[in-house]
């Protein structure tokens, strides 16, 4: 292992530019967003941008879903050319369009696949083959023991396990006692997963489950210095528009000008709290058209808000 806290794979969030910030704040490893193995295939175009990195992102882990062993192995032969460090297939997406035809969480259903993919991908690369699961479809079918044993007897380097089931998606609590098992269970590191959203967080699951790192998702957008070491409210107004403005650099670098604010709005609702902001002010700050207004408004917050003490604003 490389560190003990890791980015989660998000999609729609865990991009280039939101990766490479969180790596140089400390995240061990660099995920990237799942792609499809039909469109490695098909459209490449497509899955590209998801797939860039920079090398001090390194390691690298490529994650894939499919339900089809045979195409998820000419997927990775193809991925190779751009020199993944590991190759993570995806067991936990819980999506309909996806869990339905039995690619990600949908593959927990049937272990024989699961244990087809991890052979033949381990056998024919030489690079760290790893998942990411679920505890099951659902509760009466929690078979998480049975998919890490699998994981493991065929090949797998790693395991990272969300503690919740397919069909909570992300509703309820995480159930950490199920990753401690796994641990118990498996010889190889094993990665915790679900309700880490602050150091507290992360030291309990630690302690509890003995897992070798955790992996944080929801927790670390609006607050990548957890990778750091910090909670939100450690983190100054003065350091939150500092990589504010970092930020939204890098997605304009990475998507161009326009698209890049356009999409950077889904971080700003979370790098400060919106809920002391008239309507009015939260209408103009997402919807500012240029990285200039969207500085200049932004300054004006930060001033308003030194001449006016309030309490530290804390996203969780």
């Given at each position: 292992?490389?560190?003990?806290?890791?980015?989660?794979?998000?999609?729609?969030?865990?991009?280039?530019?939101?990766?490479?910030?969180?790596?140089?704040?400390?995240?061990?490893?660099?995920?990237?967003?799942?792609?499809?193995?039909?469109?490695?295939?098909?459209?490449?175009?497509?899955?590209?941008?998801?797939?860039?990195?920079?090398?001090?992102?390194?390691?690298?882990?490529?994650?894939?879903?499919?339900?089809?062993?045979a195409r998820l192995l000419q997927a990775a032969e193809t991925l190779m050319a751009y020199?993944?460090?590991?190759?993570?297939?995806?067991?936990?997406?819980?999506?309909?369009?996806?869990?339905?035809?039995g690619a990600g969480a949908g593959l927990l259903r049937t272990p024989e696949k699961v244990?087809?993919?991890?052979?033949?991908?381990?056998?024919?690369?030489?690079?760290?083959?790893?998942?990411?699961?679920?505890?099951?479809?659902?509760?009466?079918?929690?078979?998480?023991?049975?998919?890490?044993?699998?994981?493991?007897?065929?090949?797998?380097?790693?395991?990272?396990?969300?503690?919740?089931?397919?069909?909570?998606?992300?509703?309820?609590?995480?159930?950490?006692?199920?990753?401690?098992?796994?641990?118990?269970?498996?010889?190889?590191?094993?990665?915790?997963?679900?309700?880490?959203?602050?150091?507290?967080?992360?030291?309990?699951?630690?302690?509890?489950?003995?897992?070798?790192?955790?992996?944080?998702?929801?927790?670390?957008?609006?607050?990548?210095?957890?990778?750091?070491?910090?909670?939100?409210?450690?983190?100054?107004?003065?350091?939150?528009?500092?990589?504010?403005?970092?930020?939204?650099?890098?997605?304009?670098?990475?998507?161009?000008?326009?698209?890049?604010?356009?999409?950077?709005?889904?971080?700003?609702?979370?790098?400060?709290?919106?809920?002391?902001?008239?309507?009015?002010?939260?209408?103009?700050?997402?919807?500012?058209?240029?990285?200039?207004?969207?500085?200049?408004?932004?300054d004006q917050l930060y001033f308003n808000h030194r001449m006016t003490p309030k309490e530290?604003?804390?996203?969780?």
């Open positions: 292992m490389y560190g003990d806290a890791i980015l989660a794979p998000m999609d729609g969030y865990s991009d280039q530019p939101f990766r490479g910030l969180a790596r140089q704040l400390g995240s061990a490893i660099s995920y990237t967003e799942f792609v499809n193995a039909m469109d490695v295939l098909n459209r490449p175009d497509l899955i590209l941008p998801r797939l860039a990195f920079e090398e001090s992102e390194r390691p690298v882990a490529f994650q894939l879903y499919d339900d089809d062993p020199q993944p460090d590991i190759l993570d297939i995806n067991m936990g997406c819980s999506a309909k369009s996806v869990a339905a035809r244990a087809m993919i991890i052979r033949q991908l381990s056998d024919e690369f030489d690079l760290p083959v790893t998942a990411k699961i679920r505890l099951g479809w659902d509760d009466d079918s929690l078979n998480y023991l049975e998919i890490a044993k699998t994981v493991s007897d065929n090949g797998g380097a790693l395991i990272a396990v969300h503690g919740r089931t397919k069909v909570q998606a992300y509703g309820g609590r995480a159930n950490w006692r199920a990753i401690a098992e796994i641990k118990a269970a498996v010889s190889i590191p094993v990665i915790g997963n679900g309700d880490i959203h602050t150091i507290a967080d992360k030291q309990r699951m630690l302690a509890q489950t003995r897992c070798d790192a955790v992996m944080i998702g929801r927790g670390a957008i609006g607050n990548p210095w957890i990778f750091a070491g910090k909670d939100r409210h450690q983190v100054s107004h003065d350091q939150v528009r500092e990589m504010m403005l970092v930020h939204l650099g890098r997605m304009q670098d990475f998507y161009g000008l326009e698209e890049g604010l356009k999409l950077f709005r889904k971080h700003v609702t979370r790098y400060v709290s919106l809920s002391p902001l008239k309507k009015a002010q939260r209408t103009q700050l997402l919807t500012c058209t240029t990285a200039e207004s969207f500085t200049r408004f932004l530290e604003v804390y996203v969780s």
